[in-house]
């Protein structure tokens, strides 16, 4: 049996949004039907139920039209900020009791490592064409990062950046909606989400080492369900 106290996990922070939206249909009544145990909390499971309530209606609004990513971003934002409250008053009520949070609908951990902070929205200190067909950038020192991306874009493309994952999408005159898509990762598995369903699209990867970058694979044809 390990001494390692159980906490709340916050695991519920970096899902995806769709994943968000399952989590928030748990916890609520989850909460609700353990009410004895847990009286007083920070956010009563009906209004948790209003967060997901309007996550989800901000994520259907934004896959019809990708115009609307500010709220989506404002409606996640509420959501990780209400149930992270719930999260801190189920983990004081079970003192390290798994079977307590079992109760919550949240999940527990072990993890005794402090969860790595998502760096701090970086500061462009210029962004400008230097040369023919080029653009510039240049970011300020900082200390919580070691690896920048910047995207570069016309006006009538719209780009979502969620976790890993960058989106672009441009609607076309014809009602049509064009996309592509870049993903950062370490694992050798990538799962993009929020692609248009029904589509076909090309992928092609390719590997990165303090060297540079390989060269990319051939294109492979997917369709999107």
């Known amino acids: 049996m390990s ?6 996990s916050f695991d519920f922070v970096t899902m995806s949004v769709d994943n968000k939206i399952a989590f928030g249909l748990i916890v609520p009544p989850k909460l609700t039907a353990a009410a ?4 007083n909390c920070t956010v009563v499971p009906a209004d948790l139920t209003t967060l997901n309530t309007n996550l989800n209606v901000a994520n259907v609004n934004f896959n019809n039209n990708p115009l609307l990513l500010d709220a ?3 409606a996640e934002t509420l959501w990780i900020a209400g149930f992270s409250k719930d999260a801190n008053y ?4 079970a003192n390290g009791n798994g079977a307590t949070i079992d109760l ?5 951990t072990r993890d005794t490592r402090v969860p790595a902070a998502l760096p701090a929205e970086p500061v462009v200190k210029s962004s400008k064409s230097n040369s023919v067909g080029g653009l510039d950038t ?3 020192t900082q200390a919580d990062a070691k690896t920048f991306l910047t995207a570069v874009y016309t006006h009538d493309i719209t780009v979502t950046f969620s976790g890993n994952q960058i989106l672009f999408t441009k609607l076309n005159e014809d009602g049509s909606t064009t996309q592509a898509s ?3 990762a370490k694992k050798r598995r990538a799962n993009f ?3 248009k369903s029904k589509s076909d699209m090309k992928s092609q990867s390719t590997a990165i080492n303090a060297k540079g970058m390989s060269r990319p694979t051939r294109p492979t044809d997917n369709g999107i369900l």
């Open 72 to 74: 989506l971003q404002n």
């Open 3 to 8: 001494s390692i106290p159980i906490h709340v």
């Open 104 to 108: 919550s609908g949240y999940h527990k």
């Open 90 to 93: 189920v983990d004081s009520i």
């Open 193 to 195: 989400e929020g692609l």
């Open 138 to 140: 240049f970011i300020a």
């Open 36 to 39: 004895t145990t847990f009286p």
């Open 182 to 184: 870049v993903m950062i």
